[in-house]
């Protein structure tokens, strides 16, 4: 996934131990005694794909307050997430990572709360994830002490639970909500946190012009300002969005090593803006994909977010070449696995990384002529041609179909508290 690429006709990857062993031309492959051969014929290998910010739970939120902008959007969310449980966090988190598997997703970063719920259904599932328990402590500026304690407690207990769990398929993160609903106390105490026990800072960042507007109005600095005045900034940063980032807060942000990630079809979705990824870029920030929230998008298909990810800067800054299929496709790769601290292990099909790999079926009918595979990755196809998944070494989505996880019960599940929820709040 470097450039300008590299794509290896006629090729295999071979796995042991949940590793990527060996990868190539088939004509040179060694000699191999394979306990399983997966087909790849009439197929393309790719590393699994990263969606590297979303709310998973939020699957069972869909639809809810329609044609709102955040401020308005998020205020009946959060009506509706107070009615919600472990139980009901499992049920929608279960539904979002199935969907997930099946559209190539073989790793995903989320700050929720009731995360442990979100770890369990990532634990059976399959699946790779980076999680943080979703802190807030000062919604509307009124900081509670009491409540910035039993954040920090709360994080710190998830973390010392899960991270690392499964082998290290899942690990924690420290996720302090955002500069406008956390202290600057809780914001001091996330960054420290996070860099005494290694870990990765979550935090959404400039997403809306109103959310910069307050925070100028309230502290005097924009966004980023404010969290480096802090010391909060810093090379294990994944900072959601940054759609209101202007140049000296984009050279800020790369000379701090921040990663930032885009999620092009929520921000538009909610009337947020068009982040500057082109701009970002060029700057050396490094800038990763996601979905945001299912509720907020409503999908959470990253090929989908790849094409929009992609026409968005060429149409918004009349330049066909100011995001290229192989800039998206490395936002949703490797620049996902930068962004989680994971590109050592993950985001490249190459010898000793974790074998996390999907196959994209070309012998679909918007598939079968394209001349440049990148662009047809990018522009033609979307989750439903992803056929198979495997996370370290295992196959969780075989034919299209999740082997991991009851996909009648999952659905059923999730529509049940879906139902429950809605008619509460």
């Given at each position: 996934m470097d450039p300008p690429g590299v794509v290896i006709r006629d090729g295999y990857v071979a796995v042991e131990g949940g590793r990527i062993v060996s990868v190539g031309r088939r004509s040179s492959m060694p000699p191999i005694s394979a306990e399983e051969v997966v087909d790849g014929r009439g197929r393309v290998a790719l590393p699994g794909l990263v969606n590297a910010h979303t709310h998973v739970a939020m699957t069972l939120l869909r639809g809810l307050a329609p044609d709102r902008p955040l401020d308005e959007w998020l205020r009946e969310v959060w009506r509706a997430e107070a009615e919600m449980g472990p139980d009901e966090v499992l049920a929608g988190a279960r539904l979002g990572i199935m969907e997930m598997l099946l559209s190539g997703t073989t790793t995903f970063s989320d700050m929720y709360f009731h995360e442990e719920s979100v770890a369990e259904a990532a634990l059976e599932s399959g699946i790779r994830a980076v999680l943080s328990y979703?802190?807030?402590?000062?919604?509307?500026?009124?900081?509670?002490?009491?409540?910035?304690?039993?954040?920090?407690?709360?994080?710190?207990?998830?973390?010392?639970?899960?991270?690392?769990?499964?082998?290290?398929?899942?690990?924690?993160?420290?996720?302090?909500?955002?500069?406008?609903?956390?202290?600057?106390?809780?914001?001091r105490a996330s960054a420290d946190l996070a860099r005494s026990r290694g870990l990765r800072l979550h935090i959404h960042l400039s997403e809306t012009r109103r959310e910069v507007e307050e925070v100028v109005e309230r502290v005097g600095r924009r966004p980023p300002s404010y969290l480096d005045s802090l010391g909060f900034l810093g090379p294990n940063v994944m900072a959601a969005h940054g759609v209101w980032l202007d140049r000296e807060e984009i050279s800020l942000l790369a000379s701090r090593g921040v990663s930032v990630v885009h999620c092009p079809a929520s921000n538009l979705k909610l009337a947020s803006g068009i982040a500057p990824v082109a701009e970002m870029l060029r700057e050396g920030v490094n800038v990763a994909l996601g979905t945001d929230g299912p509720a907020s998008n409503d999908s959470l298909d990253m090929f989908r977010e790849m094409r929009l990810a992609a026409l968005l800067q060429r149409g918004a800054r009349l330049d066909s070449r100011a995001l290229t299929s192989w800039d998206a496709l490395r936002m949703a790769t490797v620049n996902g696995a930068r962004a989680l601290g994971l590109d050592g292990e993950i985001g490249t099909l190459e010898t000793g990384k974790r074998a996390d790999v999907i196959l994209v079926d070309l012998r679909r009918p918007h598939l079968s002529t394209h001349s440049d595979l990148a662009s047809a990755l990018v522009f033609s196809a979307t989750g439903s041609d992803v056929d198979t998944v495997i996370v370290d070494g295992r196959v969780v989505v075989r034919a299209g179909r999740v082997t991991t996880m009851d996909e009648s019960q999952v659905v059923e599940g999730a529509s049940e508290a879906a139902s429950k929820l809605i008619s509460q709040s």
């Amino acid at each position: 996934m470097d450039p300008p690429g590299v794509v290896i006709r006629d090729g295999y990857v071979a796995v042991e131990g949940g590793r990527i062993v060996s990868v190539g031309r088939r004509s040179s492959m060694p000699p191999i005694s394979a306990e399983e051969v997966v087909d790849g014929r009439g197929r393309v290998a790719l590393p699994g794909l990263v969606n590297a910010h979303t709310h998973v739970a939020m699957t069972l939120l869909r639809g809810l307050a329609p044609d709102r902008p955040l401020d308005e959007w998020l205020r009946e969310v959060w009506r509706a997430e107070a009615e919600m449980g472990p139980d009901e966090v499992l049920a929608g988190a279960r539904l979002g990572i199935m969907e997930m598997l099946l559209s190539g997703t073989t790793t995903f970063s989320d700050m929720y709360f009731h995360e442990e719920s979100v770890a369990e259904a990532a634990l059976e599932s399959g699946i790779r994830a980076v999680l943080s328990y979703g802190m807030i402590d000062a919604p509307g500026w009124e900081r509670d002490p009491d409540k910035t304690d039993r954040e920090l407690r709360e994080a710190i207990r998830f973390m010392e639970e899960w991270h690392m769990a499964a082998g290290g398929r899942i690990r924690a993160a420290v996720g302090p909500h955002a500069p406008y609903t956390c202290s600057e106390h809780l914001l001091r105490a996330s960054a420290d946190l996070a860099r005494s026990r290694g870990l990765r800072l979550h935090i959404h960042l400039s997403e809306t012009r109103r959310e910069v507007e307050e925070v100028v109005e309230r502290v005097g600095r924009r966004p980023p300002s404010y969290l480096d005045s802090l010391g909060f900034l810093g090379p294990n940063v994944m900072a959601a969005h940054g759609v209101w980032l202007d140049r000296e807060e984009i050279s800020l942000l790369a000379s701090r090593g921040v990663s930032v990630v885009h999620c092009p079809a929520s921000n538009l979705k909610l009337a947020s803006g068009i982040a500057p990824v082109a701009e970002m870029l060029r700057e050396g920030v490094n800038v990763a994909l996601g979905t945001d929230g299912p509720a907020s998008n409503d999908s959470l298909d990253m090929f989908r977010e790849m094409r929009l990810a992609a026409l968005l800067q060429r149409g918004a800054r009349l330049d066909s070449r100011a995001l290229t299929s192989w800039d998206a496709l490395r936002m949703a790769t490797v620049n996902g696995a930068r962004a989680l601290g994971l590109d050592g292990e993950i985001g490249t099909l190459e010898t000793g990384k974790r074998a996390d790999v999907i196959l994209v079926d070309l012998r679909r009918p918007h598939l079968s002529t394209h001349s440049d595979l990148a662009s047809a990755l990018v522009f033609s196809a979307t989750g439903s041609d992803v056929d198979t998944v495997i996370v370290d070494g295992r196959v969780v989505v075989r034919a299209g179909r999740v082997t991991t996880m009851d996909e009648s019960q999952v659905v059923e599940g999730a529509s049940e508290a879906a139902s429950k929820l809605i008619s509460q709040s």
